[in-house]
């Protein structure tokens, strides 16, 4: 199929489908989709070559990653997290789908390191608001569309794909209270970054509503199990123990069902966990871990399609994009019947 062939179809020009597919020039609404719905139609795919030349654009994204969990040992450009794979899974579904390159950049990448790749748009991912892309002198600067808003204010405005975690935390925390726990302690990683912000405000304000103990243990980032282990141990050494343990991510929950059963306690009977971020890897301890699932691939793609409806200038995409959250049961905080199961997400 040739773009003459998607012009007759749509009954347009052929001027007027090299500027919807290009996505230059002022099309109506109405006759940028039927234009749309023709190229889908006859299954029409560009020549990315001729549309570099003529867009001046290479037609390549960038994704990079903050390194605020433990890397891989395998490859330390992708955190060892099922969340930050996801989140890659979707951004490269859509970059097919609108026929862009994902470039993954590791966490230490400048503009200037990728200049030469002369990239299109950038998603940051859990982004703090320190980093060079928010600082550099290089111009013209790419579209940038983050996941997470940086905790550091920033002059230009940017468009962040989120989730509402301090609700989601205060969501899970009234589940711990449905199931009887009355002293809940939080463990999480340093609040620099928005989710890790977000989830200690809302325990936080729960607690503060029930005019109960306030007990955070915040550790450094790229934690190990063993870390999370000790995070507890100093919980459970204390004078007054908690009787469940909220983290800010799997891994932490992992540590702490390891820690609880080195010391032989019963979970969720003595000690209830879980986690601010679901992944398969809580689903196959014992007893399960109860989990908040966020949705990464659809943040994924979220935040690869507002990056692309910038660069082409197809509208302009909504500030914040709110990605649902969804609390999955599990065994490890279920101490009451459930008159209704979670559905799994």
């Known amino acids: 199929m040739t773009i003459q062939d998607v012009a007759n179809h749509a009954g347009v020009s052929i001027t007027t489908v090299s500027h919807v597919l290009s996505g230059r020039g002022r099309v109506a609404t109405e006759t940028r989709e039927r234009v749309l ?46 969340y930050f794979l996801e989140v890659l899974n979707g951004a490269a579904e859509i970059a097919n789908e609108r026929s862009y390159a994902l470039l993954l950049a590791s966490p230490t990448s400048t503009p200037a390191t990728l200049a030469g790749f002369a990239v299109d ?37 940017l468009v962040t794909v989120d989730n509402d975690l301090e609700a989601a935390a205060m969501q899970m925390l009234d589940h711990l209270w449905e199931q009887g726990y009355r002293d809940p302690a ?32 915040e550790i450094a980032e790229q934690p190990t199990l063993d870390d999370a282990g000790q995070a507890l141990a100093s919980l459970l050494d204390s004078p007054r123990p908690p009787d469940s343990v909220f983290t800010s991510a799997e891994n932490l929950a992992l540590g702490a ?32 871990i109860t989990g908040m699932y966020v949705h990464p691939r659809a943040v994924g793609r979220n935040a690869a399609s507002a990056l692309i409806d910038l660069i082409e200038e197809v509208g302009q995409p909504p500030r914040t994009i709110a990605i649902p959250v969804d609390l999955n ?9 459930q008159g209704t199961p979670s559905t799994e997400k």
């Open 37 to 82: 719905t023709s190229a889908r139609t006859l299954r029409y795919r560009a020549n990315i070559h001729a549309q570099q030349l003529m867009t001046r654009r290479s037609r390549t994204l960038a994704v990079q990653i903050a390194n605020s969990v433990e890397a891989s040992g395998s490859c330390s450009l992708v955190p060892n997290s099922e």
């Open 186 to 217: 939080f463990i999480t990683t340093e609040t620099t970054r928005s989710y890790t912000w977000d989830l200690t405000q809302g325990y936080r304000r729960w607690v503060a509503e029930r005019r109960l103990r306030e007990r955070v243990i």
């Open 121 to 157: 748009g950038v998603i940051l991912v859990d982004p703090t608001g320190e980093e060079a892309w928010f600082s550099s002198p290089v111009k013209p600067k790419p579209p940038i569309v983050t996941t997470g808003r940086p905790i550091v204010k920033q002059r230009r405005p």
């Open 257 to 288: 069902l390891h820690e609880a059963r080195w010391r032989e306690i019963s979970v969720p009977g003595q000690l209830g966990i879980c986690s601010a971020v679901d992944s398969g890897s809580l689903q196959l301890t014992s007893p399960a």
């Open 329 to 337: 049961v599990r065994a490890s905080t279920v101490r009451k019947a």
